[in-house]
Structure formats: C-alpha cells, structure tokens
C-alpha cells in the first residue's frame, strides 16, 4: 500500500527501481517494530499526550519536509530524503497508535466507540477520496499540457502544495491536543 501511494511522487522525481522497491517495504517494516516501542514507553512513561504531540508533530514536518521534495531533482540524495521521510510518516503514524488507542478508550464510552469509529471512518474515507480526485484532477491536467517541461514543472507544484496543505492540518491538530 506505500508503494502505491507515493508512486507518483517517485516517478515524478524519477526513482529508480530498486528505490520502489525500498519505498513498498521499509515502512511496512518498520510500523510493527515502531509499535512496539510504543508500547513499551507507554507502559515506562504512562502518558500517552507526550507521544501524540510527538507523532503530529513529526507528520506535519514530514509532510512539510516532502512539500519541497519535488523541487529538488533527481539526485540519490533526493531518493534518500524521499525515502527517509516516508519511513519517519509511517513510523510516527504508528508509534501513536498505542496511546491513541488507549485514549480513545478512556474518552469514548464503550457503547458509543462503535458509532464514533464508523463516523471518523467516513469522514477520512470522505475528505481522502475527495482529496485524491482533486489531486489527481490537477495532475491529469497537467499531463495535458502542451510543453513536457511545463506539464513536469505543474505537476511538482500540484504535488509541493499537496503535501503542504497535509503538513499544515497534521500541524494545526496540535489545537486539540
């Protein structure tokens, strides 16, 4: 599922294929070993507000941070950062996953976490598939351009502000913690 969803940031910025390769595993590695730290701390520390705030944190600069990939060229250095900040998203995403549960379970009474989880799941399925359309709407458009270059130069800004408006939501969810 990673690969496929940074699929056309790497061949934007024209990754090679070991490095799709790389992009498909590492972060499906690294989540479970990253929850298990999680876990671990949470039992050592036992507040779990300290580990949210990092993991938001850590995915706005994340997405901040690959924002400005798509300018930057085609070096291994970019394929590097590209890779590494995939795996820093996915595995901030999942060292929360432990307190957040864990405070879910003290905010939402038993009898409603049901209808909360299924209201969430379709907020974010909705503001998601909303986004994807958008996006991909823009890209398709872009392709469509007339001049290679100026349709490659289109797509960079379509995917640097894409990513910014993410970072900038992950960062502005600091208001509710």
Do not use: K
């Not at 999680?38 to 036992?46: K, V």
């Not at 590097?80 to 901030?92: E, H, I, K, P, T």
């Not at 299924?118 to 007339?146: D, E, H, P």
């Amino acid at each position: 599922m990673v690969a496929f969803e940074h699929l056309p940031v790497s061949t934007h910025i024209h990754a090679p294929d070991l490095f799709f390769g790389l992009l498909a595993g590492l972060p499906q590695l690294l989540g479970p070993l990253v929850q298990i730290l999680s876990a671990n701390l949470l039992d050592r520390f036992g507040t779990a507000r300290g580990f949210l705030i990092w993991g938001v944190f850590t995915n706005g600069i994340c997405f901040l941070g690959l924002a400005l990939l798509p300018f930057g060229g085609t070096s291994p250095v970019l394929f590097g950062a590209f890779l590494c900040l995939v795996c820093c998203y996915y595995g901030s995403n999942a060292f929360i996953v432990p307190p957040w549960t864990g405070v879910i379970g003290i905010l939402v009474p038993t009898e409603e976490r049901q209808r909360y989880f299924a209201r969430m799941s379709y907020m974010v399925t909705l503001i998601a598939l909303t986004a994807q359309l958008v996006v991909g709407g823009l890209l398709y458009w872009a392709r469509q351009q007339q001049e290679p270059a100026r349709a490659v130069s289109w797509a960079g800004w379509i995917f640097g502000i894409s990513f910014l408006v993410a970072g900038l939501t992950r960062l502005n969810s600091f208001r509710i913690l």
